[in-house]
């Protein structure tokens, strides 16, 4: 078998339920593949060759006694956020360069239950701030699509190894769009839940109101396999939520796209820097889903222009709460030879830190602080309930809303745009961090660079189902989520 990792995860399934291959046969392929691209690709930080080709073992003994579940065997491929019980967790951080878990993260411990196969921890931007995954004290991750462009981020990795065939899915965290951003640039479906669908223990805190966990994949279906073993409520994480889980799986026929009302903020259309490839493909695409019977209703989101400096209050701020943790006392990167405690935490701090990470740490402390916490602080989080407010006013005349994930492809690595240029590239993911609500990217056609292009669908809280569903339909009548960058073909 030399294609097995052309297959879909239900085809993966099939193939391991009717003995056509073993997880063994599967996990040894992705390991060649790996070692064989991903020195151009750069996108895991550590394989785990090992203890995946045991877990393969253990997948196929349970198969032959007849204990398996569905993805029993499936290798996947981890954000290097999520906890790893002894394996290294960097978070893409020299501050963690040297840290292993005692304890798995709730979606790793849930994928191991499910029989997953961990075949690594893959590159992230430092602590998911940013959007190229460049920020990694590790290195850049390249775009399989054009090795000499970023896959996005903080997801990046995530992202690029789905893409270039280096694993069939992965797990990703989004604060403000790093789950739907990297697949929009890597022409992938990606899902970020709603806020409190996925459990959050042990992941590595970025600004914990915003933080929730999603599948990375090729398509919607994909996604739904994946989401049916991260999504539930946990007892460890207070903000989890206590409410039936979906099967993803089932009902990803289970919306109508025939009359699904698709609301077309008309704010997002008129965005300053929204490419024009990317404003036709994502135009081109709501127009099929008009032909399948969908109704494109224009409405307003009046806060738009809201969104940036909100999110880069807020978020900022929690990550600098989140991040006092990192002392160089209790784990983590300690400088060499201290003079006094004092030395210690500002060089453990300043050496261990990157600068993204830094200035977010000084935004936020600065917004925290007394005096200012009025001004800034508190009155962003007033900003973000009437963001929020503006959502729900706009679901009760439409189901789904419509907008793309990025308003331009992916860019050129080192192109060194501003912090304030960067931050613009959010706008159209960041809210619905702040809102909690889900939303989903899925790739609909590419630029003139030929790189990809994705629509953003939002929907209103709880309605995983309905946006997986959604896309799936899309992805039954059309094909852009089965094309595949020249790394994944060149190396089939
Ligand atoms: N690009 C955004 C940021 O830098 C979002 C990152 C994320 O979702 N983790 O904060």
């Known amino acids: 078998m030399t294609d097995l990792h052309r297959l879909s995860i239900r085809e993966l399934t099939e193939g391991l339920a ?6 063994r046969e599967l996990t040894e392929h992705y390991l060649k593949r790996i070692e064989k691209v991903d020195a151009q690709v750069k996108s895991y930080v550590t394989v785990t060759a090992e203890q995946a080709l045991a877990q393969a073992d253990a997948a196929d003994a349970l198969r032959q006694a007849g204990g398996a579940g569905v993805l029993t065997g499936v290798p996947i491929a981890h954000k290097d956020i999520f906890c790893t019980q002894g394996i290294k967790t960097t978070a893409g951080s020299k501050m963690l360069d040297n840290f292993i878990s005692p304890y798995d993260a709730t979606v790793v411990a849930k994928g191991k239950a499910a029989g997953l196969v961990t075949l690594g921890k893959v590159n992230m931007d430092e602590f998911a701030m940013g959007s190229t995954s460049e920020s990694s004290y590790f290195g850049a991750t390249k775009n399989p699509w054009a090795l000499d462009h970023v896959p996005g ?10 893409a270039a065939d280096l694993a069939p899915f992965a797990t990703g965290t989004d604060t403000g769009g790093s789950i739907r951003q990297p697949a929009s640039f890597c022409g992938l479906t990606g899902l970020k839940p709603t806020y409190g669908r996925v459990s959050r223990y042990g992941i590595i805190a970025y600004a914990s109101s915003l933080d929730q966990a999603g599948p990375m994949a090729r398509s919607a279906e994909d996604c739904a396999y994946l989401m049916n073993v991260m999504a539930g409520h946990d007892a460890k994480d207070s903000t989890s939520m206590d409410k039936d889980v979906d099967d993803y799986v089932a009902n990803l026929n289970g919306t109508s796209v025939k009359g699904l009302r698709i609301g077309i903020p008309k704010q997002y259309f008129n965005v300053e820097g929204l490419d024009a490839d990317v404003k036709a493909r994502v135009e081109e695409s709501l127009k099929k889903l008009e032909e399948m019977g969908a109704t494109l209703v224009e409405i307003d989101l009046n806060m738009t222009e809201a969104y940036v400096p909100t999110y880069y209050l807020i978020a900022p701020a929690e990550a600098s709460s989140n991040l006092s943790r990192y002392d160089g006392v209790r784990y983590g990167y300690r400088c060499e030879e201290p003079k006094d405690l004092l030395d210690l935490y500002k060089r453990s701090r300043s050496e261990g830190f990157g600068a993204e990470v830094q200035r977010r740490i000084l935004i936020g402390t600065y917004a925290l602080s007394a005096g200012y ?3 800034y602080y508190v009155k962003a989080q007033k900003v973000r309930r009437l963001i929020q407010q503006d959502f729900l006013k706009a679901f009760e005349s439409v189901d789904v809303i419509a907008a793309p994930s990025a308003p331009t492809t992916a860019y050129r690595i080192g192109a060194n745009l501003s912090p304030v240029e ?12 702040l809102a909690g609500l889900p939303a989903i990217n899925a790739p609909v056609g590419f630029d003139k660079d030929n790189l990809p292009v994705g629509l953003q669908l939002i929907g209103n ?3 995983e189902s309905q946006l997986l569903s959604v896309v799936h339909q899309y ?3 059309t094909d852009w989520h089965t094309k595949r960058a020249a790394i994944a073909e060149e190396n089939a």
């Open 373 to 375: 916490y009025d001004a």
């Open 153 to 162: 981020g903080s997801s990046g990795g995530s992202a690029a190894v789905v």
């Open 475 to 477: 992805q039954q009548a």
């Open 461 to 463: 809280y709880w309605s």
């Open 18 to 23: 009717n003995a056509k291959f073993s997880s």
């Open 422 to 433: 960067m931050y613009l590239g959010d706008i159209y993911t960041i809210a619905v961090n």
